[in-house]
């Protein structure tokens, strides 16, 4: 018990930096901008053939140039991306339906076609969540806030995407205080059965959401004391008020071309 309390969970917005130096130094308005065309290219490609490949390339990438643990790599490239493939392939498999019936379980009926679009679905997920936790493991929470303020997004969405990220962190803290204490008092042993430990769980969730409530509140009252506004951050961006050099357009215009050379030859 001690042991699992020492270790406790790993939160995740607060993730341990990698040491990938030349995907860090990259403009973050750069990986903003390749990142959200390459999920959009994504979308359009639909050649089992072809979009594997990409989703291996996305997934050495981390592996060669970021220097994380194996675990980290695992636990972020492999095991996240692929439960969640998973699980909508599960699901497509059994609902999507099709003309051509392969195999039947309980009743419930697979068709080829569903298989088809599960495994489209499947690689789709892989390299979309692969290419977010990419992009979230290289660039800083403050380098995205200063990006999205230099492509003009508004800055009422900018200052929620800000907040929502800070209370993530926070009511985070508050659950792992929670299930920490439940722990230390035998709430999520082995002898007490599931269902109790499931009934364990649901009420830290249930006093996690409540109190969620009450410090949001009493968070945003003290901002505003403070002389918070939507103009706050406005006013100290200053990070990237420069240009995007050549050097950095020029990497941007090579990555959106590798990305369509992809799409070409899906559609081929």
Same mark, same amino acid.
Request: glycine letters at 4%.
């Given at each position: 018990m001690k042991d699992k309390l020492k270790k406790g969970i790993v939160s995740p917005i607060n993730v341990e930096i990698p040491d990938g130096r030349f995907l860090w130094?990259?403009?973050?308005?750069?990986?903003?901008? /390749?990142?959200?065309?390459?999920?959009?290219?994504v979308i359009f490609m639909d050649n089992l053939a072809i979009l594997p490949i990409l989703a291996a390339?996305?997934?050495?990438?981390?592996?060669?140039i970021l220097k994380i643990s194996l675990r980290e790599y695992l636990r972020r490239f492999i095991i996240l991306p692929f439960s969640i493939a998973l699980i909508l392939f599960i699901v497509v498999a059994f609902?999507?339906?099709?003309?051509e019936e392969v195999y039947s379980v309980f009743g419930l009926k697979i #068709?080829?076609?569903?298989?088809?679009?599960?495994?489209?679905?499947?690689?789709? /997920?892989?390299? !979309?969540? !692969?290419?977010?936790?990419?992009?979230?493991?290289?660039?800083?929470?403050?380098d995205n806030i200063e990006a999205l303020r230099w492509f003009r997004v508004?800055?009422?969405?900018?200052?929620?995407?800000?907040?929502?990220?800070? #209370?993530i962190s926070l009511l985070f803290d508050e659950f792992k205080t929670m299930y920490n204490a439940q722990v230390s008092r035998g709430g999520f042993l082995k002898r007490i059965g599931y269902k109790k430990r499931i009934k364990n769980l649901s009420s830290i969730a249930g006093l996690l959401f409540i109190k969620s409530e009450n410090k949001g509140e009493r968070i945003y !009252?003290?901002? /505003?004391?403070?002389? #918070?506004?939507?103009?706050? #951050?406005?006013?100290n961006?200053?990070?990237?008020?420069?240009?995007?050099?050549?050097?950095?357009?020029?990497?941007?215009?090579?990555?959106?071309?590798?990305i369509t050379l992809f799409v070409i030859a899906d559609k081929i």
């Open positions: 130094k990259i403009d973050a308005r750069i990986k903003l901008i /390749v990142t959200l065309f390459l999920l959009i290219a390339i996305i997934l050495i990438i981390p592996l060669l609902t999507y339906g099709g003309i #068709y080829r076609e569903s298989i088809s679009f599960g495994l489209l679905l499947f690689t789709r /997920v892989i390299i !979309s969540v !692969s290419v977010l936790q990419l992009f979230i493991l290289t660039t800083s929470i403050n508004p800055k009422e969405v900018v200052d929620i995407g800000l907040l929502m990220i800070r #209370y !009252s003290a901002m /505003v004391s403070r002389g #918070y506004n939507l103009n706050f #951050y406005n006013k961006s200053k990070k990237y008020n420069r240009s995007i050099s050549l050097k950095e357009f020029l990497l941007c215009i090579l990555m959106i071309l590798f």
